[in-house]
């Protein structure tokens, strides 16, 4: 299966073994200038030390879905927990072979594919919730789980929409409808937890980083072009243009305004019932 060039970006730039927005726990004290990317890690780590606070006690195997490049996985076999990872992603299968050997088992499939032998205690969607198929996760959850068994979901959700054209209206699920579907699919809702707050930093930084740099940069590289090739310089524009403004609207993702107005990221604990 192909590998997320986007996260395999995130993996070699931040070079952390995390693929998700990190934890903050008092963002409103944190001066963004004076951000390094040790910070980030130190959040990643964060993330995944409050996340393991909502794992039940009783909890022994657990089963990471979407497991991206192991730094979960790591955090949870050093806790003690027995663990088996999956990942669709040809990119992450070799890191996670490579990482873990044969301590841990790898299932190379999306998880609405997943063919269990093993019941597990908790299945753990780390920012891979968004990825699955609503319905089909919450089936195929019931069948990996044992009889009272937890699905732990930390994602984002879309909890309002309008007219806009947004993409964080996009490659979201809505929230209402994924809450309607563990009840329809026999999962109840024992626990939850709004951590929009504590990840929006985050997003801040990576928008700090792209006004700081990257505009001046990408600005000064086409005043160079326009001043020392005007006619190669003005035919790439026309040929590009349209495809620069759908890049540059993906920058909204990284407004955290705009985030705020339409979605939640949320912890979800539910117990197969
Ligand atoms: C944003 S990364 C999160 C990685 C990791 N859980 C973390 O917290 O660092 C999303 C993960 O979901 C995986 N994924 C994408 N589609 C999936 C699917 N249908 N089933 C299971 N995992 C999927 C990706 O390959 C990736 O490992």
């Known amino acids: 299966m192909p590998t997320d060039h986007v996260l395999k970006l995130y993996s070699k730039t931040i070079q952390s073994?995390?693929?998700?927005?990190?934890?903050w726990d008092d963002p409103e004290d944190v001066e963004l200038s004076s951000l390094s990317l040790q910070?980030?890690?130190n959040a990643q780590y964060r993330y995944i030390d409050h996340l393991a606070s909502f794992i039940p006690k009783e909890t022994k195997s657990i089963l990471d879905v979407g497991c991206g490049i192991g730094g979960n996985a790591s955090f949870l076999l050093k806790k003690g927990y027995s663990?088996?990872?999956?990942?669709?992603?040809?990119?992450?299968?070799?890191?996670?072979?490579?990482?873990?050997?044969?301590?841990?088992?790898?299932?190379?499939?999306?998880?609405?594919?997943f063919e269990s032998k093993t019941i597990f205690d908790l299945i753990l969607e780390s920012e891979s919730t968004c990825y699955i198929d609503i319905h089909q996760g919450f089936k195929k959850a019931r069948k990996v789980l044992r009889n009272g068994g937890y699905l732990l979901a930390s994602d984002?959700?879309?909890?309002?929409r309008d007219q806009s054209k947004s993409l964080h209206l996009k490659s979201s699920h809505?929230?209402?409808?994924?809450?309607?579907?563990?009840?329809?699919?026999?999962?109840?809702?024992?626990?939850?937890?709004?951590?929009?707050?504590?990840?929006?930093?985050?997003?801040?930084?990576?928008?700090?980083?792209?006004?700081?740099?990257?505009?001046?940069?990408?600005?000064?590289?086409?005043?160079s072009a326009n001043k020392n090739f005007p006619k190669i310089s003005r035919?790439?524009?026309?040929?590009?243009?349209?495809?620069?403004?759908k890049k540059q609207n993906q920058l909204d993702l990284i407004n955290s305004d705009?985030?705020?107005?339409?979605?939640?990221?949320?912890?979800?604990?539910?117990q197969k019932i």
């Open 174 to 223: 809505d929230m209402n409808k994924y809450l309607e579907s563990a009840k329809e699919n026999g999962f109840e809702l024992i626990k939850q937890y709004d951590q929009t707050d504590n990840t929006m930093l985050t997003l801040d930084y990576a928008n700090y980083l792209v006004e700081r740099f990257i505009n001046p940069t990408i600005d000064y590289g086409v005043f």
């Open 156 to 160: 984002y959700f879309v909890f309002y």
């Open 17 to 23: 073994s995390f693929l998700h927005y990190g934890f």
């Open 235 to 245: 035919a790439l524009g026309l040929l590009f243009s349209k495809k620069w403004q």
């Open 83 to 113: 663990l088996e990872a999956l990942s669709p992603d040809s990119y992450q299968k070799s890191v996670i072979l490579e990482k873990f050997k044969q301590d841990v088992t790898f299932h190379h499939c999306k998880f609405e594919e």
């Open 39 to 41: 910070d980030i890690k």
């Open 258 to 270: 705009l985030f705020r107005k339409y979605r939640k990221y949320m912890i979800y604990l539910f």
